[in-house]
DNA sequence: AAAGATAATATGTACGTACATAATATTTCT
DNA sequence: AGAAATATTATGTACGTACATATTATCTTT
């Protein structure tokens, strides 16, 4: 560290981290103020501001007026996990994307999905179910309902050519969601889908996904046997 | 929107994510320039800069010097998972953690670890299972590697009062890690450690750390039946 | 001593200016 | 026309100042 030339934020993020790794600072010590820091490093406020702000957000410390900043005590690991359309996770890992319409209905929901996205049994939707394949292989199966209240222009949708997956990021961007991972037996339909067995272990993500406070949509996304979802941290 | 009262970040980080979710900017869509933005919403440079840093963090925007900044063609939709250590996972659900070691044993490591973690066949290493339990219910079986080499001090641990999952959070920061989700059939032997059937569903998280370049440990956390992985986006 | 009001303080954020950097557009040269 | 050099431009980031805000510490009152 040379106090006359001119501190990057990243520069002072790394060598901040680089003492909480080398245990300079502890889990649970507190810090030197961002002032402080600012003089020890040459920089201004502003840029260790920056840097303790990211370090911050990726769970290395807590931050609180007043009260200063110190090493998180049990430090969270907040992984990010990455989840693009199913054609670009198929296509991203080299294999051909192909997608087939199950079915596709107009209905009023079962109370599970009311639940989920909080609307009434009298609700208009659309259930479709679809099967994603990669390199002609069943890769996810597709199980979703879609209301219709508030997207209406789902029906206009060609859902033979373009999967409801793909239309809905591109048509009905979202404000917030929920995901849920988990893992099931697979029944015996869902194994004839997946062309596997019944009983075999199967990735499960669940999606709800709302705009301000009305429920878009609610998804059940069940992968074939071997899938696998990785984060780096 | 007052352009004479000032504007914070998250009021144009909200207007932008307004526009791009009315479809007023669509996906692919070149947006107006940070002094252009600026002067439209009354505030400065840098508060927009905020804005759509934020925004592009979280995959709404693609950002490029010169060539300017674009609503992602396809949004990919970054899901925040936090992953803490397991006993304050358990509690943060209101139920009582306890913790078993299973075995501990200091011996080379198999051909999958070797690979994971990048050592050589002939490393010192522990290996270590032990149960999580929630409410006296087995919650996690963790079958851990640590390299004795990159973390020698866990050899002083007590590791029948603290988990090595604690213990290296807490003495062994990380700079660099992987996590792979996926789903299994149990085992029968890890169906009677989780007291479940064999080929019963299991959640498998698999772990591996590194600091710098050296692998400190890999592990393989499995689930007890029912368990789901919630993230907010 | 307990409760309430007040002061002190570290972080949070906005602003304007300045310059760096990467990518594109334009011009010049061959 | 094609390649190479140059100018242009939008984002990226650093700085110093100013003020806001949440929280803690201190002082005052009862």
Chains 1, 2 share one sequence.
């Not at 992968?223 to 941290?233: C, D, T």
Request: glycine content about 6%; charged content about 25%; proline content about 5%.
């Amino acid at each position: 560290m040379n106090s006359l030339e001119q501190q990057s934020w990243q520069s002072v993020h790394d060598e901040v981290l680089r003492r909480i790794h080398t245990r300079e600072w502890k889990p649970g010590d507190l810090i030197p103020k961002e002032v402080e820091l600012a003089e020890q490093l040459g920089c201004a406020r502003a840029t260790v501001n920056r840097a303790l702000r990211e370090l911050a957000s990726e769970g290395f410390l807590d931050r609180r007026r007043k009260a200063g900043t110190r090493v998180a005590a049990h430090p969270v690991r907040r992984a990010k996990l990455d989840i693009p359309v199913i054609r670009l996770e198929i296509e991203g890992r080299g294999q051909k994307y192909a997608y087939g319409l199950l079915f596709s209905e107009r209905r009023t929901p079962p109370p599970e999905i009311c639940a989920n996205l909080g609307v009434t049994a009298e609700s208009d939707m659309l259930h479709i179910t679809s099967l994603h394949l990669a390199d002609g292989k069943p890769f996810m199966f597709e199980d979703r309902w879609v209301s219709i209240a508030a997207t209406p222009t789902i029906l206009d949708a060609d859902l033979e050519k373009i999967s409801a997956n793909e239309w809905l990021v591109l048509h009905a961007p979202y404000t917030r969601g929920d995901i849920y991972f988990s893992a099931v037996n697979a029944s015996a339909a869902e194994a004839k889908v997946l062309r596997t067995d019944p009983g075999t272990s199967l990735f499960l993500m669940e999606r709800t996904t709302w705009e301000n406070n009305t429920g878009i949509t609610s998804a059940r996304l069940l992968f074939a046997p071997g899938y696998r979802k990785h984060s780096a941290i």
